[in-house]
């Protein structure tokens, strides 16, 4: 009979499915016995783990009654208890069956789960079993609409969890602690929580700051936030209609209205949706023709290039690119004799490549200057002089 995982992994490596077979009828014989004792129940449900879990594809089914079958067996440290449930978790957060997650969580203690992150052959880190509970917990509270519990729930994380750098959950958890504080009326903690993440440059946290803001009738900042999620590189311009429709209750100049109407018009089209016909009455009221023939890149370029100006409150600068480093990634621009950092991310046109002798219009920005470990002005927001 078997003795260990390393058997178990060996037998199952042979492919040999009758003394596979064999092996497993001996050991569920064994376990059924009322006398047995952790260990076997341990042993069996990694022959299972191994056998039936691993690796199998959920999305062609899942094998619910093995998965119960383990989970019944033992719930030590030991056993494959805990990795079969994250498994699953992991599965059904991927077809937000948010319900199902929530029963599933309950068979998990955190208290016995490890916080210690792991590493794969190639030193990839990969978040601690611990992390991961908390970052499932915190989402299915919030899709649960338990906006108290989640809340309490991602204060403990905060407190408890030693974060994994790539992971991001610790961005995910603030921000479901975040909007479950605004489900609940707590509007400035929520404001205080975004304002903290800020630097994530994440389209939704610049969103839901735009939506606080909107909420407590602060008209000035919550332009401010939308025309961020705009130019934020994170995310494409399809995915930001949301965003677009709030900026029709807000923007009062004829031209901005107009490149708003149009890009959500020809949003619509591309997505395949109906054209909603308040855009087609609002664009006749303005008067201008919702069927022009710009493209959907350059809507979207003229208008975060006005969209700047509530973003932020410096002077904008005038300046000539001087210097282009690695392929156009990041460069110089000189304005009234200084010069100033860039990345290309910093261009509003998404696509643009820097050229040296360019004339460019940008704001400054304070960031961290790795090399003389300071925060030094950086041109930010950059637009082409014509």
């Not at 016909?277 to 979207?300: H, M, P, T, W, Y």
Request: positive net charge; glycine residues 4%.
């Amino acid at each position: 009979m078997l003795n260990s995982n390393n058997e178990i992994k060996e037998l199952l490596k042979k492919g040999q499915i009758e003394e596979i077979d064999t092996e497993e009828r001996q050991l569920s014989d064994l376990v059924k016995n009322s006398k047995a004792d952790n260990r076997l129940k341990q042993l069996y449900s990694w022959f299972l783990y191994y056998r039936y879990i691993q690796n199998v594809d959920f999305s062609k089914g899942v094998p619910i009654a093995k998965v119960d079958e383990i989970v019944e067996l033992s719930n030590s440290k030991y056993s494959a208890h805990k990795v079969t449930i994250l498994k699953l978790l992991k599965y059904l957060k991927g077809v937000e069956e948010w319900g199902k997650m929530e029963l599933w969580l309950k068979k998990l203690d955190p208290k016995q789960l490890s916080d210690e992150r792991w590493k794969d052959s190639t030193g990839k880190e990969y978040p601690s079993d611990k992390e991961r509970y908390y970052s499932y917990k915190s989402k299915v509270l919030f899709k649960t609409q338990n906006y108290s519990d989640c809340i309490v729930l991602c204060e403990e994380a905060l407190k408890e969890i030693k974060f994994s750098p790539l992971s991001k959950n610790d961005l995910w958890i603030k921000r479901w602690m975040a909007l479950s504080k605004s489900k609940i009326g707590l509007h400035d903690e929520s404001i205080k929580i975004n304002l903290d993440i800020l630097n994530a440059d994440k389209y939704f946290i610049y969103k839901e700051l735009g939506d606080e803001y909107a909420i407590t009738n602060n008209q000035k900042s919550a332009l401010k936030y939308y025309s961020l999620a705009l130019l934020s590189k994170d995310g494409q311009i399809e995915k930001k209609g949301s965003v677009l429709k709030k900026l029709l209750n807000l923007l009062t100049n004829r031209d901005e209205l107009e490149l708003v109407i149009k890009l959500l018009i020809k949003i619509q089209k591309k997505n395949d949706l109906f054209i909603d016909d308040s855009l087609v009455v609002r664009a006749k009221e303005i008067g201008f023709d919702v069927d022009s023939g710009e493209s959907i890149q350059n809507l979207d370029s003229l208008l975060c290039q006005k969209l700047v100006l509530y973003t932020y409150g410096g002077p904008m600068f005038s300046g000539e690119i001087t210097n282009v480093l690695g392929e156009g990634h990041s460069g110089f621009i000189k304005s009234s004799e200084k010069s100033y950092y860039f990345n290309k991310n910093d261009f509003i046109d998404r696509r643009h490549i820097p050229k040296i002798g360019e004339k460019v219009n940008f704001y400054l920005e304070k960031r961290f200057n790795a090399k003389k470990n300071s925060m030094d002005d950086s041109a930010v927001a950059i637009c082409i002089n014509n």
